[in-house]
C-alpha cells in the first residue's frame, strides 16, 4: 500500500496496472477510467500494446478524489479543488468538457441505461442503502446533469408509471421519491450558495405537490452560479 504523502511528492514513473490501483485505492476501475475520460484525470502511460499504467502519484490523485467524493462533493466540484490545490500536478493535465452528449464515450449510453436499471431495481426492493450506492456510483462517473437527467429522471419515471398502472403500491412510490429527494437535497446544499449571477426564487405551481424536477432545476441554476432561494 501507497503511504499517504503529499502529491506533489509522490513518484511518477508508471509501474502499476489498472488491477493494482483497484486495489489500493478501492475505486472500481470503471470509475476512475471514466475520470480519465471525462476530466483527463488521471493521466496514465500507455504501453505498446495500450496497457494502461500508472504511478503513485496517479495512485494518490485517484484516492484523492475517492476522499473528497466521500466527503459529499461531487466529482466535478472534487477536480476544481484539486485544480486548485495541487496546479502543479494538473498543469500539463487537459481536461475533457464537463458537459456535452457529443463527447461521451461510446459506451457511455448503455451505462446510464444499465445504472437507471440498476436504481429501479433497488428502489422496487425498498433498498434505500443500495440506492445510495448506485447514485454514489453514477455521480462518480458522470456530471450531475447526466445523472439527473438519464438515470434520476427515467427511474423515477418508470416508477410512477408502474403506479399508475396499479402494479405497485402508492407507499413505495413515496419512498423512490423520499430517497432521490435525499440525495438532490445534498447536493443541492452544496451548490445553492453561490450568487454570483443574481438570485432565482424557486416555487412550485399551486397544487403541485412534486418537487423532484424542481430540485433538479435548483441544481443546474446553482452549478451556474445562481443563488437559488
Known amino acids: 500500500?501507497?503511504?499517504?504523502?503529499?502529491?506533489?511528492?509522490?513518484?511518477?514513473?508508471p509501474l502499476y496496472n489498472t488491477r493494482a490501483v483497484a486495489q489500493q485505492t478501492n475505486v472500481p476501475p470503471d470509475t476512475f477510467r471514466a475520470w480519465e475520460r471525462r476530466y483527463g484525470i488521471p493521466r496514465p502511460f500507455r504501453t505498446s500494446g495500450n496497457q494502461r499504467l500508472y504511478s503513485e502519484r496517479d495512485i494518490g490523485v485517484v484516492a484523492w478524489l475517492r476522499d473528497r467524493t466521500a466527503e459529499g462533493m461531487t466529482i466535478s466540484q472534487a477536480v476544481q479543488r484539486l485544480r486548485l490545490e495541487h496546479p502543479d500536478i494538473l498543469r500539463d493535465a487537459t481536461s475533457a468538457p464537463e458537459y456535452g452528449?457529443?463527447?461521451?464515450?461510446?459506451?457511455?449510453?448503455?451505462?446510464?441505461?444499465?445504472?437507471?436499471?440498476?436504481?429501479?431495481?433497488?428502489?422496487?426492493?425498498?433498498?434505500?442503502?443500495?440506492?445510495?450506492?448506485?447514485?454514489?456510483?453514477?455521480i462518480a462517473q458522470f456530471s450531475v446533469e447526466e445523472a439527473c437527467l438519464s438515470v434520476i429522471r427515467p427511474a423515477l419515471c418508470d416508477i410512477g408509471d408502474r403506479w399508475e398502472r396499479g402494479e405497485i403500491p402508492a407507499g413505495l412510490e413515496h419512498f423512490a421519491t423520499r430517497v432521490i429527494m435525499r440525495r438532490l437535497s445534498l447536493i443541492f446544499n452544496m451548490v445553492g450558495g453561490v450568487s454570483g449571477r443574481g438570485k432565482v426564487v424557486a416555487v412550485c405551481a399551486p397544487g403541485e405537490e412534486h418537487e423532484v424536477g424542481l430540485m433538479m432545476l435548483s441544481i443546474f441554476l446553482g452549478r451556474r452560479n445562481w443563488r437559488v432561494i
Request: aromatic share 4%; net charge negative; charged share 35%.
Open 1 to 13: 500500500m501507497i503511504q499517504r504523502r503529499a502529491l506533489g511528492h509522490l513518484n511518477r514513473e
Open 101 to 138: 452528449g457529443d463527447e461521451r464515450a461510446p459506451n457511455a449510453s448503455s451505462r446510464l441505461e444499465e445504472l437507471q436499471q440498476r436504481l429501479v431495481d433497488a428502489l422496487m426492493d425498498f433498498d434505500d442503502f443500495g440506492s445510495d450506492r448506485i447514485l454514489d456510483e453514477t
